[in-house]
């Protein structure tokens, strides 16, 4: 059998990784997408996308322009832009392996006409001289991840059917859990498929572990749309927002308590405060290379960590507030 036609979108901001993801997209043996449609999302491009690293696939590349509106806006863009009956999603961070196309034919083949969706598999390198950084380890979370956009294909006509992806997601966060509940809502079924892409981990600074809290705000969005059990059924990580509340209430407890003169209560805040900081910066510092730059780092941001997700979860409350599921449940 054949196997059906489809198109890939790429949504970028532009990072040098692009030409790599190009790049072993041309690579692979296997059918060709009969498009490809890198989509840029860049608020205010300087210069132009490196397309020509599709080498032979040029010919099929497209680019698109959103404005900075997020990824989910971004994909969506693309699906409208596409006309094959399947869509594979890849992120620009990732490349596929030589024989993708190929195990992606295999998988379309295999999917009935109930299955939605077909995951690619992503594997993440980390080095093999040293233990893992808090950001490697993160992101090798990544192949235990259900429904990652990093690699996904899916029907279009299931993806229209749903109203694609969420655009009041706008970031790289949780917009791929929402777009797969919901295609299960609507009784289509999601599989993982056979392929196979890597996902190296890309440069990041010693803060991005602060940058990332600001996903507590899509965790309520998800809460108002799915209901409190979403995690459970999206096969995502709970996260540690019920330790960050806590953490963050003996700080704000001891503060008080000191500015009341109640000094005993303060010291004891302050030091359950301190307890339960120093466990978090333990477990993400003993599973580490511990060298004296993850040490610091580990420590400074473990302090950090908990009042911005606790900040971020407020302002998603607030932000959010009116959001119903479709349901009607607030």
């Not at 706008?170 to 498929?193: I, K, Q, S, V």
């Not at 059990?229 to 999206?234: E, N, Q, V």
Request: aromatic share 6%; charged share 25%.
């Amino acid at each position: 059998m054949n196997a059906p036609e489809y198109a890939v979108v790429v949504p970028t901001i532009g990072r040098a990784c692009l030409t790599d993801c190009l790049r072993a997209l041309a690579s692979a043996s296997g059918p060709r997408p009969a498009e490809v449609v890198v989509v840029d999302d860049r608020p205010a491009p300087q210069d132009i996308l490196p397309v020509e690293a599709a080498g032979e696939l040029c010919d099929r590349v497209r680019t698109l322009a959103t404005g900075g509106r997020g990824p989910a806006a971004a994909r969506n863009a693309g699906l409208r832009a596409v006309t094959a009956p399947w869509v594979v999603f890849l992120d620009d961070d990732v490349q596929v392996l030589p024989d993708w196309a190929d195990r992606l034919a295999d998988d379309l083949v295999a999917a009935d006409g109930r299955t939605g969706g077909v995951q690619g598999r992503l594997t993440v390198p980390l080095p093999e001289d040293r233990r893992p950084t808090d950001w490697e380890r993160g992101t090798a979370g990544l192949e235990q991840a259900a429904w990652a956009t990093a690699d996904m294909a899916y029907r279009a006509v299931a993806l229209k059917e749903v109203g694609g992806f969420d655009e009041r997601f706008r970031r790289a966060f949780r917009e791929d859990a929402d777009l797969a509940l919901r295609m299960m809502d609507a009784g289509w079924t999601l599989r993982t498929g056979g392929r196979v892409t890597r996902h190296p981990v890309r440069p990041a600074d010693r803060w991005v572990s602060l940058r990332a809290q600001r996903g507590n705000a899509d965790d309520v969005l998800m809460n108002r749309l799915h209901g409190a059990d979403w995690w459970i059924r999206a096969h995502a990580p709970r996260g540690r927002l019920p330790a960050h509340l806590a953490v963050t209430g003996l700080a704000c407890l001891a503060t008080v308590c000191a500015a009341a003169g109640r000094h005993r209560a303060a010291a004891v805040a302050g030091t359950l405060w301190a307890l339960g900081t120093a466990e978090f910066a333990a477990a993400r510092i003993i599973p580490g290379p511990r060298t004296r730059h993850e040490i610091l780092t580990m420590t400074v941001t473990s302090a950090a960590i908990p009042p911005l997700a606790v900040r971020h979860w407020l302002t998603g409350l607030v932000r959010h507030r009116n959001v119903r599921s479709p349901g009607g449940a607030p």
